[in-house]
Structure formats: structure tokens, C-alpha cells
């Protein structure tokens, strides 16, 4: 019988995946294989980082159904992160809890007025592009390619006019380049002037050089603005599975994320919102956004080296854990993930990252994601040598 669902596709990167366990007869990620494909961080401490926790302790009580505006003690760690490396003044309020980043960039898309026309970046976070499709939103593309290396301006943005809407990465997936300091200020205050409004999304906040930054630091009071900074256990405190991600928005539109988890959502795992909130401990987190940033950088470094020696072309910023670049000697990523298959490993090819979705006629057809957010440092050497046989 036919589906009673209308039928949509995953989303790119698992498209990936599963062409390699086609390839392979793996799932990326086991024991064996390279998932340079892949944007998860490594779930064990890194060097000079904080201990990861393998257990939680929970009661009865946490077995009741969780508040549906977040656990007390999460509410709590998120509002005094965020007011303690950043200066802002939210409360919990202000803060909305989710299963992940993905559940809270997907409702905000989701609740958007439809007057508010979405502004993002033609290269970006793979899933925004079903989002924005599944959900029939009305949006301009703003220039980011090879022709500006990726690194658009104020200015691109500034030329569409209100009602609208920014939605980035910051630092970017897939390609690191980082809106920091006075650039990023300048495009908070444009997300806050009248009729508009903006998503900015940190999931990798802690992936940066030098001390971090954030949207936050520049809201103000974001009780008179529609800004909404998204982040997670995901990558920086290295725990995906947790599956918890937060918004901070205004009081106003935190309470409809709110109203709408009791209808649609039922809240978020006790345990996790304990675990995650144990994460977040001033001190730990202190601990985790310096060796995050040490590590991930010298890893950033070496690939980076390795992979211009090799030939690739890197655009990469200086966040995130990708690498960013184009392929040496007009091949596509396609055809270098077929080789790579032989090695178990694959990258992700650049035209899952193409906002205009334009498939082989992509300019990015022959650009490259190559993740090192799983690796650890001793398989460097074993990595590249798998890279430069597969260009053979
Ligand atoms: C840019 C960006 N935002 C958000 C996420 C959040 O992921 P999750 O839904 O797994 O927390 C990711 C993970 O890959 C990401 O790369």
C-alpha cells in the first residue's frame, strides 16, 4: 500500500553514510573505519580537558514527567554560563530547553512568521536546507562561495530588505570561517533592528582560536529583540548523546517554545538535563572551552598542513573541526569518496553544503568536508596516508 506520509530523503549526511555501509558493509564511525564524513567530537576527555562523566545518579522523582520548560538545574547552568563568559543578564526565562540543536533551530523555523524572509549563507549547515524545504520557507541566499572564499559581509545582508531573518552558523559548518569581536557585533545589532531578527547558531562555539565568543555577548537586553542563540551538549561538551540543546531568546518567545513542548515534545530527558547540567559547572566549563579550543586548533594546524601539501585548495576559518577545500586536479568529491570506500573512509562531498542544492552542477561539486572531530591524534599519520593513496 502507498505511504499515507508525504515522502522526503534524510539528510546529506546520512545520505553518506549510507552509501558507505553499501560500500563497506559498516556503519561509519565503528571500530576501523575513518569517518571523516561525520560531525561528531570525540566522547573521550582530550588532553589537558576535563573528566567526561560515564554515570549519573538519578531518583524517583526524575522518573516523573520533566517540567516541560526545562529542569531547574539546567535552566540554571545555562543562565550562568552564558551571563558569566559573556556579560548578558538573561534568566531562565530566557532559556528553552530541546532534544538536541536540531529540535530547537527546526521550531524556531517551524513557529517564524511568514512575513519574515529567511537570510542565509549559500554555504551552510547541510539539515537547514531540508528544514527551510519541508517547511515551505520563503528565503534569499546570501553569497558564500569560491568567488569570496566563503567569507560574506555585513554588507551582503544589509542590501535585503525587512521583514527578515538570519540563520548561521557561527563558526560555520562546514566551512570555520568565524564572525568574531566588532564583525560580529555589527551583525547582532543588524538581527536586532526593527523588523528583523536572527538564529544564530553556536554549536561550535568552543572550536574557536583564541577565547571564544558569542552572539550573547553583544544582545543586550535580548528581551527587545527576536535573536535566538542555539547551542548544545553536542560538540563542545563532547556529549551528543545526551541529546540536549537549548534556545535563548526573549521571555516572550521562550514561553511559545514552551507551550509548544507541552503540546508536541512533553519536555527532555531528566537525566540528561542533570548530566548536562553537571557539564556546565562554571569551573568544568572554563576547563573544557580552553582545551577544546588547544586541541581542536593543533589538530586544525597539522590537517590543515597535511591536506595544502597534498594539494587540496583549503578555504577553512579558524573554527569548527572541518577542513574546507577543493579537491586537487579537478576531481569531485563523488569520485575521491568511491576511493576513499576502498579505505573505509569518506568525507562529505561539498554539494551537501550548496543552500541552492544544484547537485554535480554545483561549484562545490569538487569541494570537500573532511571532519577531524572524531580523530584522535595518534591517527594522523595513518589518515594522511589514506588521503594520498586515494588520490592516487
Ligand atoms: C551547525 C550545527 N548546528 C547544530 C548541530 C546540532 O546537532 P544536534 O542536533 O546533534 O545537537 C550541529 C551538529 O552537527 C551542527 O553542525
Given at each position: 500500500m502507498d505511504s499515507a506520509l508525504i515522502h522526503f530523503p534524510p539528510m546529506g549526511v546520512y545520505e553518506t553514510l549510507f552509501k558507505f555501509l553499501d560500500a563497506t558493509g559498516k556503519y561509519m564511525g565503528t571500530e576501523g573505519t575513518h569517518p571523516w564524513a561525520?560531525?561528531?567530537?570525540?566522547?573521550?576527555?582530550i588532553p589537558g580537558g576535563p573528566d567526561i562523566p560515564t554515570s549519573i545518579s538519578f531518583t524517583h522523582t526524575d522518573l516523573k514527567y520533566p517540567p516541560a520548560t526545562g529542569g531547574k538545574e539546567l535552566l540554571e547552568a545555562i543562565r550562568d554560563y552564558y551571563n558569566?563568559?559573556?556579560?548578558?543578564?538573561?534568566?531562565?526565562?530566557?532559556?528553552a530547553i530541546f532534544a538536541g540543536g536540531r529540535p530547537g533551530i527546526y521550531t524556531t523555523l517551524a513557529f517564524l512568521k511568514p512575513e519574515f524572509r529567511v537570510l542565509i549563507e549559500e554555504t551552510e549547515y547541510t539539515p537547514y536546507w531540508d528544514a527551510l524545504k519541508l517547511l515551505g520557507r520563503d528565503h534569499a541566499i546570501i553569497p558564500s562561495n569560491p568567488y569570496n572564499r566563503f567569507r560574506p559581509s555585513l554588507s551582503d545582508y544589509q542590501g535585503f530588505a525587512a521583514p527578515s531573518f538570519v540563520v548561521k552558523s557561527n563558526p560555520c559548518n562546514p566551512t570555520g570561517v568565524t564572525w568574531r569581536g566588532e564583525t560580529l557585533k555589527?551583525?547582532?545589532?543588524?538581527?536586532?533592528?526593527?523588523?528583523?531578527?536572527?538564529?544564530?547558531d553556536e554549536a561550535y562555539e568552543f572550536f574557536q582560536t583564541g577565547e571564544p565568543d558569542s552572539a550573547m555577548r553583544y544582545v543586550g537586553d535580548i528581551d527587545k529583540t527576536n535573536l535566538f542563540v542555539v547551542s548544545a551538549a553536542t560538540k563542545g561538551l563532547q556529549a551528543p548523546g545526551l541529546r540536549v540543546g537549548w534556545v535563548v531568546a526573549s521571555k516572550q518567545n521562550i514561553e511559545l517554545f514552551r507551550n509548544f513542548s507541552s503540546i508536541a515534545m512533553g519536555g527532555v530527558a531528566r537525566p540528561s538535563q542533570i548530566c548536562t547540567a553537571g557539564l556546565l559547572q562554571l569551573q568544568r566549563a572554563k576547563q573544557a572551552r580552553e582545551a577544546i579550543?588547544?586541541?581542536?586548533?593543533?589538530?586544525?594546524?597539522?590537517?590543515?598542513?597535511?591536506?595544502?601539501e597534498l594539494g587540496f585548495e583549503l578555504f577553512t576559518g579558524d573554527g569548527g573541526f572541518y577542513h574546507w577545500g577543493r579537491l586537487p586536479g579537478g576531481l569531485t568529491a563523488d569520485e575521491f569518496n568511491e576511493r576513499l570506500f576502498k579505505h573505509e573512509a569518506a568525507i562529505l562531498p561539498g554539494?551537501?553544503?550548496?543552500?541552492?542544492r544544484r547537485g554535480s552542477a554545483s561549484p562545490l561539486a569538487s569541494f570537500v568536508r573532511f571532519s577531524f572531530g572524531p580523530l584522535k591524534q595518534e591517527s594522523f599519520d595513518s589518515d594522511v596516508a589514506i588521503l594520498r593513496a586515494a588520490l592516487g
Open positions: 561525520q560531525g561528531f567530537p570525540l566522547t573521550t576527555p558569566h563568559f559573556y556579560g548578558s543578564s538573561i534568566t531562565t526565562d530566557n532559556v555589527q551583525l547582532v545589532d543588524f538581527c536586532k533592528e526593527e523588523g528583523r531578527g536572527g538564529l544564530f579550543g588547544a586541541f581542536y586548533g593543533s589538530q586544525r594546524a597539522r590537517y590543515g598542513e597535511a591536506l595544502t554539494t551537501l553544503c550548496d543552500m541552492f
